[in-house]
């Protein structure tokens, strides 16, 4: 293909400002929020024991995150992911045994930090 001055035509990739923004633009995989992406989520609740599975930062709105944190507070100590937690000896954030309550009965993990050693409270 030749212009009518015979030069060769010349092709160069130009980015168009749609593509260069889309690319860019970063949002929560829940909402589509741009803000406030600076918080890490983990895949598996880092109260389970998981330290190796999480999203980067700028993938998950604080808010969203903050709201999982929430569930994931009331299923850990209201349900029976309280028991697994304490019998799985996973540690807390503040260095204790995890622990949990599921009706009358709490389970205490090991304070050893021993796996499948619970203590349980609330038997009468
Ligand atoms: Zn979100």
Avoid at 14 to 27: G, L, N, R, V
């Amino acid at each position: 293909m030749t212009t009518s001055d015979n030069s060769p035509i010349k092709f160069a990739l130009i980015e168009t400002p749609s593509a260069t923004s889309k690319s860019k633009i970063m949002a929560c995989i829940f909402c589509g929020s741009t803000h406030a992406l600076n918080t890490v989520e983990h895949i598996v609740p880092e109260s389970l024991g998981n330290k190796s599975y999480a999203l980067e930062k700028g993938k998950i709105y604080a808010d969203c995150n903050n709201g999982f944190s929430k569930f994931e507070d009331i299923a850990q100590s209201k349900s029976i992911l309280g028991y697994e937690r304490a019998r799985l000896a996973v540690m807390t954030k503040k260095g204790k045994p995890g622990r949990g309550k599921t009706g009358h009965l709490e389970f205490i993990g090991s304070e050893d930090f021993k796996k499948n050693y619970i203590r349980a409270a609330g038997l009468k």
